[in-house]
């Protein structure tokens, strides 16, 4: 049974820090893996998607990475700024044909100015 | 609106009632999902549509869950005898359903309580 985990669950750090945030997973047999980022009373808004077969995937100050055989991916946040503040959650997709997202718990962020 | 909506954007019922959650998904797009977000659970998917069929229905956590959609576009998740223990956000997303870079597209989720 595949398990996403996310550490930590909560972070703060000040205005201009560079960060990361982990998740791993027991499954390697993954399709894809996702970012999301979930604002208080929102839906998850899609940041950024890596393919089984990709690396890294990049966009704006957000650089994800994938570890299939270490079953670990992070999300690296460049300059972080107040409005970064957010739950951010990682989601795996399953090898098989199955649209199925497994869903970490995810990791709070608060950026302070 | 481009994106994905959900109705009612809360819900407060007594427990034993039923109730509905609608999902309105992004034009085009032939796959719906519905995932719940409750405190201790994390999210949780619950099941998913290709068109107008459910092949994966794996998540439902009991027969008082059931989920229809109609028309390839709008759906509908129907909770009955409701009980504390449903208490959670409805997510639902879509997708264009393609094998590949298929993102899924949230919306906004229901609040539902039940007292």
């Known amino acids: 049974k595949q398990e996403v985990t996310q550490i930590p669950a909560a972070l703060s750090v000040p205005e201009g820090e560079n960060l990361v945030l982990n998740c791993s997973f027991t499954?390697?047999?993954?399709?894809?893996l996702q970012w999301f980022r979930q604002d208080p009373g929102k839906g998850l808004t899609s940041l950024l998607l890596i393919q089984s077969s990709q690396r890294e995937q990049t966009s704006g100050r957000l650089n994800a990475s994938l570890d299939k055989s270490s079953g670990r991916s992070t999300l690296y946040i460049a300059a972080s700024q107040p409005g970064d503040s957010a739950t951010y959650l990682c989601a795996v997709r399953r090898g098989d044909s199955s649209y199925k997202l497994i869903f970490g718990s995810g990791t709070r962020l608060l950026v302070r100015p | 609106g481009a994106g994905v909506s959900q109705s009612p954007s809360n819900k407060v019922t007594e427990k034993g009632k039923d109730v509905e959650l609608r999902c309105d998904p992004i034009?085009?797009?032939?796959?719906l999902y519905w995932y719940r977000q409750s405190l201790g659970q994390g999210l949780e998917f619950l099941i998913y549509f290709q068109g107008n069929s459910a092949p994966d229905k794996s998540g439902l956590p009991s027969d008082r869950f059931s989920a229809e959609r109609t028309g390839g576009s709008v759906s509908t998740l129907t909770i009955q005898r409701t009980q504390q223990e449903d208490s959670a956000v409805y997510l639902c997303?879509?997708?264009?359903?393609?094998?590949?870079?298929?993102?899924?597209?949230f919306g906004p989720g229901t609040r539902l309580t039940v007292l």
């Open positions: 499954d390697s047999a993954i399709y894809n």
């Open positions: 034009s085009g797009h032939t796959a």
């Open positions: 997303a879509s997708s264009q359903g393609l094998v590949g870079t298929d993102t899924q597209y």
